[in-house]
């Protein structure tokens, strides 16, 4: 099932990250997102994926910060389903575009970008520390 992540997730939480990125978020930065409603965890018996949606910084658009999977449980259409409930909570909020930041060399996250309906809208040149991002957009 998908729902509003709770404190008791973040440990669960913070092992997907740990996993799945060179430049992990630290727990304190997920706890500061307990407040807000596009926290998303997938679970079963465990929490097997996490999406965090907000707004841009111009509140014009909702903006993807984040999404994850279990490594062993990837390619199981999870990520998908995170998104789509990502993307139909914030049309409640009456957002109309999605967009989002990818980093250049992180391949299997743009594929399955594209394959969710984004589309690239540009390029920042060393927007990470060691790579560069692909803007990223969607109508929603
Ligand atoms: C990117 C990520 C979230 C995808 O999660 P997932 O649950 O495996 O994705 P889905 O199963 O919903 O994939 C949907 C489609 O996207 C594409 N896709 C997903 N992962 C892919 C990969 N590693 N290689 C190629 N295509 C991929 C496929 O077309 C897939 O459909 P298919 O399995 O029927 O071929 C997951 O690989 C992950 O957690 N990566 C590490 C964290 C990360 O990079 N997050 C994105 C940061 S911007």
């Not at 404190?7 to 669960?12: A, K, V, Y």
């Not at 978020?25 to 997920?30: A, H, I, V």
């Not at 994926?49 to 903006?63: E, L, P, Q």
């Not at 062993?72 to 930041?101: C, N, P, Q, T």
Request: hydrophobic share 40%; aromatic share 12%.
């Amino acid at each position: 099932m998908i729902r509003r992540a709770l404190p008791s997730d973040i440990p669960e939480v913070v092992e997907i990250e740990n996993c799945s990125f060179k430049v992990p978020w630290p727990d304190f930065l997920f706890k500061s997102h307990l407040s807000n409603p596009g926290f998303l965890v997938y679970k079963q018996d465990h929490i097997l994926g996490y999406a965090i949606v907000g707004s841009s910084d111009d509140k014009r658009k909702a903006h993807l910060q984040s999404i994850a999977v279990r490594t062993e449980y990837r390619r199981k259409g999870i990520a998908s389903k995170l998104l789509e409930w990502s993307i139909d909570l914030v049309k409640l909020y009456g957002f109309h575009k999605m967009v989002l930041e990818v980093r250049e060399l992180n391949m299997n996250a743009r594929i399955f970008y594209l394959r969710n309906g984004f589309e690239v809208e540009g390029m920042v040149e060393d927007y990470y520390l060691d790579d560069n991002a692909i803007l990223m957009g969607r109508n929603i």
